[in-house]
C-alpha cells in the first residue's frame, strides 16, 4: 500500500491533526470509513485497495482524535466527530459523502447521520457496537469477551493497561498468534483472519492505533460504556445495518434492541457470519448499500 496515500493529514481550525487514509478508485463512490476501536485508518487493509476498487469504492478513512497519527481533543463526545468529518471532506472537495462504520465506528455514522444528513448520501454500518454495557451484551457474549468492556466502565487504568500490552508485535510467528485466537472467535471469523493478508492488517492497524500511547484509545473505547448523548430517534436518513448472526463482540439482540430507537433504520442479518467476516466477506452487498443514493 502507497504510504503517501495511508499517511495523509489536514489542520482543523482548533490546531489540531487530523490524519487519514485513501483507499480505492479516485474515481469511486466518496465513502467516509469509521474503523472500529481499538483501531486506526489502517483498518481497510483488511479488505484491501483491490476489493475496494473493485466495488466502485473511493475510501477515505480517518483516524479519530488521540488515535494514529490524529491529536488528541479532550473531553470530545460522538456528536464532535461529525465537525471533524466536515473539515476533512471540505478539504477534499466533497460535497456529499457516503458512511460506513465498522463495529466501534457504528455509533460515529449514526451521530454523523443525525448531525449532517445534508451532506451524507447513504449510511451504513457493519457489525456495529452500541452500549457495551447494556444488558443484551451480558445476556449474549462469554466472560472473556466482555472483560474488554468491564475495564472500560470499572477499571480504565487497567483497560489502559490491557491496551499497552498490544502496543507491540508479540514476536510470536503467524500461526502461533492464530492458535492463540482460535478459541476466543467462531469459526467463521478464525478462517476469515487466517485468509493470507488478515492478520496482519489487524495487527498493523491496532498498533497503529496506539503509536502515541493509550489515552486515546481508552477515552474513544470509555464513549461506548457511557450514556450516549446522541438521541437517535432524531435520525431521519435511512440507516442500513449488516450483522452477523453468529458475532461474539456484538451480539446481535444488542444491535435489534439499539435500532428500535433509530425510525429509519433497516437491519441485514447474515445467518452464518460472525464479526470480522461480515465486513471482509460481503463487501459487494454493503458497496451497493453504500452507492444507493437517497433522495
Not at 470530545?76 to 478539504?91: E, G, H, P, Y
Not at 476469515?192 to 492505533?209: D, F, K, M, N, W
Not at 437491519?267 to 433522495?295: M, Q, Y
Request: aromatic share 8%; hydrophobic share 40%.
Amino acid at each position: 500500500m502507497d504510504t503517501l496515500k495511508t499517511n495523509q493529514s489536514i489542520k482543523l481550525p482548533d490546531g489540531r491533526t487530523l490524519a487519514y487514509a485513501e483507499y480505492g478508485s479516485p474515481s469511486g463512490t466518496p465513502v467516509l470509513y469509521f474503523h472500529g476501536a481499538p483501531s486506526s485508518r489502517l483498518e481497510p487493509m483488511l479488505l484491501g485497495d483491490d476489493s475496494i476498487s473493485e466495488a466502485g469504492l473511493h475510501m477515505i478513512a480517518p483516524d479519530r482524535p488521540g488515535i494514529g497519527m490524529s491529536d488528541f481533543k479532550p473531553g470530545r463526545s460522538f456528536s464532535d466527530w461529525a465537525a471533524d468529518v466536515v473539515c476533512l471532506v471540505d478539504s477534499l472537495g466533497l460535497q456529499r459523502f457516503a458512511l460506513l462504520g465498522n463495529s466501534g465506528g457504528g455509533a460515529y455514522v449514526a451521530a454523523c447521520a443525525a448531525r449532517i444528513p445534508e451532506r451524507v448520501t447513504s449510511a451504513v454500518i457493519v457489525s456495529g457496537a452500541w452500549r457495551m454495557d447494556a444488558s443484551e451484551v451480558a445476556e449474549n457474549l462469554p466472560f472473556v469477551n466482555r472483560i474488554f468492556w468491564i475495564l472500560a466502565r470499572r477499571f480504565p487504568f487497567g483497560l489502559r493497561l490491557l491496551l499497552n500490552t498490544m502496543r507491540r508485535p508479540s514476536g510470536a510467528s503467524r500461526d502461533a498468534e492464530l492458535e492463540k485466537m482460535r478459541p476466543h472467535l467462531p469459526p467463521v471469523d478464525f478462517a476469515t483472519i487466517s485468509e493470507p493478508g488478515r492478520l496482519e492488517a489487524v495487527q498493523l492497524s491496532i498498533q497503529e492505533c496506539l503509536r502515541t500511547g493509550t489515552k486515546g484509545t481508552a477515552w474513544d473505547v470509555g464513549l461506548y460504556v457511557r450514556p450516549f448523548e446522541l438521541d437517535l430517534s432524531s435520525i431521519r436518513i435511512p440507516i442500513h445495518l449488516f450483522h452477523g448472526a453468529e458475532d461474539r463482540n456484538v451480539p446481535l439482540a444488542l444491535v435489534q434492541s439499539a435500532i428500535r430507537d433509530i425510525p429509519t433504520a433497516t437491519l441485514t442479518v447474515f445467518p452464518n457470519d460472525a464479526h470480522l467476516s461480515s465486513l471482509c466477506h460481503h463487501i459487494d452487498e454493503i458497496a451497493f448499500a453504500l452507492k444507493t443514493t437517497r433522495l
